[in-house]
């Protein structure tokens, strides 16, 4: 074939026509199966952060631009609890979406990590369990209205608060928290009837997570 303007131009068009088709393709084929897993994930959290029930029902809030889903469990007709699908985007890494579960009086029942990308082996033991992750350990069982708050809010011990942080990952334990604070917020609008907003605990990520963090 004589290279000329004309066959180049066909060819790259016939290539990037091929590459969208298969781009399109691949979405397709994955784009169910990526839906069912997050389904799984949140109903997996929901049965871990909330005590025994049968039935829930949600209600979607915005704080701070920010959209959280409230569940209120029930079991036999009466609530049991409520879960709290919230988030910060004031991770090391990023988003963090977390799951709180809340008993009717206030008390945290349990937290999940839905998402998160901090750094390995220091702002990802958010996600441990209670005895490896002093966030959660210092949160677990406790209605956070009993805590060493700082402007109403959860708090680490370095900003004032009673809160344990991740060691040397301070800016994903300020960002778990930050999340913890807007689902207590979301908890408190539904308990309350009238949405609260929480100012988001920000700090600009440092080039390394580790010993700057502290």
């Known amino acids: 074939m004589k290279s000329t303007l004309f066959n180049m131009v066909a060819v790259l068009s016939g290539i990037t026509l091929i590459a969208s088709a298969s781009v399109g393709l691949v979405n397709m084929v994955t784009e169910e199966p990526i839906r069912l897993a997050e389904e799984n994930a949140k109903k997996a959290a929901l049965e871990q952060v909330l005590p025994e029930f049968e039935a829930t029902t949600d209600l979607t809030l915005e704080l701070d631009n920010m959209p959280i889903v409230v569940y209120n469990a029930s079991k036999g ?23 709180v579960g809340f008993l009717p009086d206030g008390t945290i029942n349990n937290i ?8 390995p082996g220091l702002g990802t033991n958010m996600a441990n369990e209670e005895a490896k992750n002093p966030l959660l350990k210092s949160v677990k069982n406790q209605n956070p ?28 334990s300020r960002a778990y928290l930050d999340a913890v604070n807007r689902a207590w917020a979301a908890f408190k609008s539904v308990q309350g009837g009238q949405q609260q907003s929480v100012e988001a605990q920000t700090e600009e990520p440092a080039a390394q997570e580790g010993e700057k963090n502290e």
């Not at 007709?77 to 799951?99: C, D, I, P, R």
């Not at 402007?151 to 942080?165: E, M, P, Q």
């Open 77 to 99: 007709g009466q609530t049991v609890g409520y879960a709290v699908e919230s988030m910060t985007k004031s991770g090391f890494g990023g988003e963090v979406k977390l799951m």
């Open 112 to 119: 999940s990590v839905l998402k998160q990308a901090e750094t």
């Open 145 to 172: 209205e009993s805590k060493k708050l700082v402007d109403g809010k959860l708090a680490v011990t370095k900003d004032g608060g009673d809160v344990d942080a991740l060691t040397a990952a301070t800016i994903s």
